[in-house]
């Protein structure tokens, strides 16, 4: 299955619409309109070092960054999932649950920043979601670390 941040900010699986995001300017944060829901997903912590994914004020699903430097998310979708980067000068990431590889996140192409996740096992499509999010954050956290780094040299 192929969860999808396309254009217009539409999320896909498998091609087909499934939610609508809209992003905010402020911090890391998006209302998304999954069938007649409309979930928050947020940044929390210091240094937005956990996510959220809340329903009319109830949090449903959570990621916490295991370091400040790191790039592994721990995602809790009902089972726990771990998102972390394929490799040291990779911008993919894996998804894996129990230690065993499941998906694979690229960006959806070379001049943007939308995610696109690959998965070998179904997720729920509000897990789907939250995962493609979370994937979201963490492609463009790294964008930003590269831009800032580079400036810095």
Known sequence: ??????RGDVIQADGVEV???????????????????VWEFRSNGWGGSELTASLAGTVHYGARRSGFLTSRWTISVGDELDLRTAGLFSSRLTL???????????????????????VSEPLDTRAGCFVLWVSYVELNRQSSDGGAAAAAT
Request: positive net charge.
């Open 1 to 6: 299955m192929e969860y999808d941040w396309a």
């Open 19 to 37: 939610a609508r995001a809209s992003r905010s300017w402020f911090r890391e944060r998006a209302e998304v309109e999954i069938g007649p829901e």
């Open 96 to 118: 894996s649950r129990a230690g065993t590889p499941i998906g694979e996140v690229t960006r959806s192409g070379i001049f943007t920043g939308r995610p696109r996740l690959t």
